[in-house]
């Protein structure tokens, strides 16, 4: 699967400076407001900006795929003829069926968009961005309007079809499960792509603070004249660990959750054990050698 090097700059609706690479399926993770769908408006064409690849080139002569957080079927459209709108030609319509028949969506050929589901809406959106063959193909919070199990499923079911065809994705989303998913990923906050590489890379050692919170790391602290960061679920009681006393504790449907300080404050996620078992007050040694230190 083909590489793609972002390298562009946009000066509105947000500052933004985005550089990075897209291969497989690539996830750029970021909060509300920073960009991420400015950036994929501007790789479409439909913003102005500054960069390769394909700057000055209109829309229609992008190789672009791009699916909205809304699926944007036409309504007065069957699935078959939105799949075959992209298309030119006396043969679009057969085209367009038998992509539908390979993407396992024949069945839906006849049907209006109000008659799908939100999971087919995005399967057969996708169908339709991948007629005309692009190059690359944009994602805008993929999950948006799904539930759990109906997001997993299709999510799977987008970055499988994608990578058969040998299509790279950017998937731009503020979602941690999205961002699991990835094979590469790259973080945007204050207008730059703060960290990219590898997603299971950047998971693992978060270059800064901004990187670790991006990436939803519960407990950042100072010690030893360093910041470092750890995970709530990555610290273990010990008794030979260093005493922290339990300010609260929470049982939740997977565990159960502690708050312990005072300094550092931290939230410690534990597998078993039930509230009781530690009332505020308690003592107890925990083991942080699953932190590290940032930067």
């Known amino acids: 699967m083909n590489a793609i090097n972002i390298d562009y700059t946009l000066s509105a609706p947000v500052p933004l400076r ?22 994929l408006l501007a790789l479409a064409g439909l913003l102005p900006a500054i960069g390769s690849p394909w700057q000055g080139l209109a829309p229609e002569q992008r190789p672009i795929g791009y699916l909205p957080q809304e699926t944007r079927l036409f309504p007065h459209l069957s699935v078959l003829e939105n799949t075959a709108y992209a298309l030119k030609g006396a043969g679009r319509f057969e085209k367009a069926r038998a992509l539908l028949a390979e993407l396992g969506l024949e069945s839906l050929a006849a049907r209006q968009p109000h008659q799908l589901s939100g999971g087919q809406g995005k399967r057969v959106a996708l169908a339709r961005a991948l007629a005309h063959g692009p190059q690359l193909l944009l994602l805008d919070e993929p999950s948006a309007g799904l539930d759990t199990l109906t997001r997993d499923a299709t999510l799977d079911w987008l970055a499988e079809t994608a990578a058969a ?20 990923l790259a973080l945007l906050a204050q207008g730059q792509v703060i960290q990219h590489g ?43 660990g260093k005493p922290f006393t339990v300010i609260s504790a929470r049982e939740m449907g997977a565990g159960l959750r502690l708050v312990c300080g005072p300094t550092p404050r931290l939230v410690v996620n534990l597998q078993q054990g039930m509230a009781a078992d530690y009332p505020p007050g308690t003592v107890l040694g925990l083991d942080l050698r699953g932190a590290f230190r940032l930067g």
């Open 165 to 184: 065809r040998g299509v790279p994705v950017l998937a731009a989303t503020h979602d941690h499960e999205i961002a699991a998913r990835a094979e590469r």
């Open 198 to 240: 590898p997603a299971r890379e950047v998971f693992a050692a978060p270059a800064s603070r901004s990187a670790a919170e991006l990436l939803g790391y519960e407990n950042i602290f100072e010690r030893d004249g360093a910041l470092w960061a750890v995970r709530a679920g990555s610290i273990r009681p010990d008794a030979l």
């Open 18 to 39: 985005a550089c990075f690479t897209v291969s497989g399926f690539t996830a750029l993770l970021g909060r509300s407001g920073e960009g991420k769908t400015s950036l």
